[in-house]
């Protein structure tokens, strides 16, 4: 099931359906492990990554309205970039987003709140920060094992990284090897620790930068 709202990008197609059914599936899974079964099921929604994004996928509660009245919450990832990572993300991407189905329904909503951190931690994300990145732990593995994801019909997405534009921040570094990222063309800073100027680092190859906000 592939849909197209609010201006975003069309739907990347068909091949994708097979997708759409596995992310359903672990839904349910995850549901029934982690929340008993109580959470609403949402629509699933596939769309390319705006220009210059880095989500992985999004959380809009009660966005859609159904032919009988009924409001359904909506899960969007990013297929382009999150099948250029792997199901593992798309999964991490997945719980994360069902962490935010569970505090609008039966929490206090405020993004990613006090709450919202606990009750990742519970269903085994690691998370990090008030932009709630997130990374895989033992209880989110220990899931993945036991729901054993079925990729055998889904495309993963060929990295591309030269297709991107590079950030505005560039890397600094000192002679002691501490680094700060800035978008200052002519940062003149010197170092806390070393008392040495920082300069400018030769950028590296491009990598995938922070996961699912």
């Known amino acids: ?114 709450q919202w951190h606990a009750e990742a931690a519970r269903v085994g994300l690691v998370t990090e920060g008030p932009h709630g990145y997130t990374s895989a732990g033992d209880g989110f593995l220990r899931a993945v094992e036991a729901l054993a994801p079925r990729v055998e019909r889904i495309p993963f997405r060929v990295q591309d990284r030269g297709a991107r534009k590079p950030g505005k921040l560039a890397k600094w570094v000192c002679a002691c090897g501490f680094g700060v990222r800035v ?12 008392g040495q100027t920082f300069h400018r680092s030769p950028p590296a190859s491009a990598s995938p930068e922070e996961k699912t906000p």
């Not at 978008?183 to 070393?194: E, G, L, P, S």
């Open 1 to 114: 099931m592939s849909l197209n709202s609010r201006g975003f990008d069309p739907p990347l197609g068909q091949d994708l359906d097979a997708l759409h059914a596995e992310v359903a599936r672990a839904f349910e899974f995850f549901n029934d492990r982690f929340w008993g079964g109580r959470l609403p099921t949402p629509i699933f929604a596939f769309f390319r990554q705006p220009p210059n994004g880095r989500r992985l996928g999004h959380y809009r509660a009660r966005s859609w309205r159904s032919p009988g009245g009924l409001l359904r919450d909506e899960v969007i990832l990013y297929a382009d970039l999150a099948l250029e990572q792997g199901m593992a993300a798309v999964l991490e991407t997945l719980l994360h987003e069902a962490v935010h189905v569970w505090q609008a329904h039966f929490g206090k909503p405020a993004g990613h709140n006090a």
């Open 183 to 194: 978008a200052i063309a002519d940062f003149d800073a010197t170092c806390n620790r070393c």
